[in-house]
């Protein structure tokens, strides 16, 4: 069965491929990309969930086919939960991860550790062409480190490193990220819905 990946993020791509294939999903995965006259969604929602289901319809209603997305973000404590839903756009442009996590370095400037925790979320949702929808969330927490550090991942891991380890997100490899992450956690949670409902 083909499952539409309403997504455009090629980070995002590359991790749920191997997630939701090590989780056991057999479906023929195709792209955003592969419908590029669908034109982009408008993420007018006030949370992840809303956001994802926004997506996940859109794609649904206008491919005919079962459709999963993904919207996420990093959420800091002392920012009051900023840059949250507005993560990939966080300095202006959409998408320029590297401005957007030297932004964000800046506005925390030397606060101390204990004051630099937050979390990546991700919202997982499924729509089905007749309307049907779910969605489940999944989160990692963590501390904000003062420098980049890291090469693999993409968006903020280089400054993220989750509770309990000495690393950055993008010091892990690829497998030991999907293992504990917020993407990885979501998605499994989706995997059993999927093959409830679309087979
Ligand atoms: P689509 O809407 O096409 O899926 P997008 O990049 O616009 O792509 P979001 O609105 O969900 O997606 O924004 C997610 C942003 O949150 C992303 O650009 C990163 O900056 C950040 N982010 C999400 N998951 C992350 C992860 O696992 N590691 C690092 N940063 C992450």
Redesign the pocket.
Known sequence: TRLIL????A??IT?LHAILADAGLTHDLVG?DAYPDIP??K?TGVT?AE??LL?AHALARATGHPAI??????CVDVLGGA?G?F????AGA??N?KA??DLLLAQLGDISDPHRRAY?A?AAALALPDGTERVVEGR?EGTLRHAPAGGY?????PI?QPEGETRT?AELTPAE?NAI???GKAFRALVPVVRELVG
Do not use: M, Q
């Open positions: 309403a997504t455009r993020n980070g995002k991790e955003a982009d969604v993420e992840f956001n994802a997506k997305a993904d919207d996420s973000g990093l840059p839903i993560s990939a756009r966080w959409h998408g991860d957007n996590l990546f991700c990692l991942g993409f968006g903020y891991d993220l997100c990220k992450s917020h993407r």
